[in-house]
Nanobody, 121 residues
Framework: VQLVESGGGLVQAGGSLRLSCATS????????MGWFRQTPEKEREFVAL????????YYADSVKDRFTISKDNAKNTVYLQMNSLKPEDTAVYYC???????????????WGQGTQVTVSS
């Protein structure tokens, strides 16, 4: 499975960005897809995940009610809509896939290269 993130950039606080994660392979529909983020000062942390069916989602408390994860099985793509962005959301955001992952990055076998999100105050 290959994962390629896009959509990062520089945005002012209160603004929005949508990240995309395009996947290759025929098994997209059988994987849990997660978004994680990392800064130089912190370990990689969980942001959101979506089940392989797309019917279940789970969010970190820090992004709940601001971020929305979704997937388009026809396009083999998962999205992270980020609204009301805060400077503390600044990080490199990574897409990850696994057959049974949850909110621990160690549970995921496949990772994208990351995309930088910078939120200015």
């Amino acid at each position: 499975v290959q994962l390629v993130e896009s959509g990062g950039g520089l945005v002012q606080a209160g603004g929005s960005l949508r990240l995309s994660c395009a996947t290759s392979g025929r098994t997209f529909n059988t994987y849990v897809m997660g978004w994680f983020r990392q800064t130089p000062e912190k370990e990689r942390e969980f942001v959101a995940l979506i089940s392989w069916t797309g019917t279940s989602t789970y969010y970190a408390d820090s992004v709940k009610d601001r971020f929305t994860i979704s997937k388009d099985n026809a396009k083999n793509t998962v999205y992270l809509q980020m609204n009301s962005l805060k400077p503390e959301d600044t990080a490199v955001y990574y897409c990850a896939a696994d057959v049974a992952g949850w909110d621990n990055p160690k549970e995921y076998d496949f990772w994208g290269q990351g995309t930088q999100v910078t939120v200015s105050s």
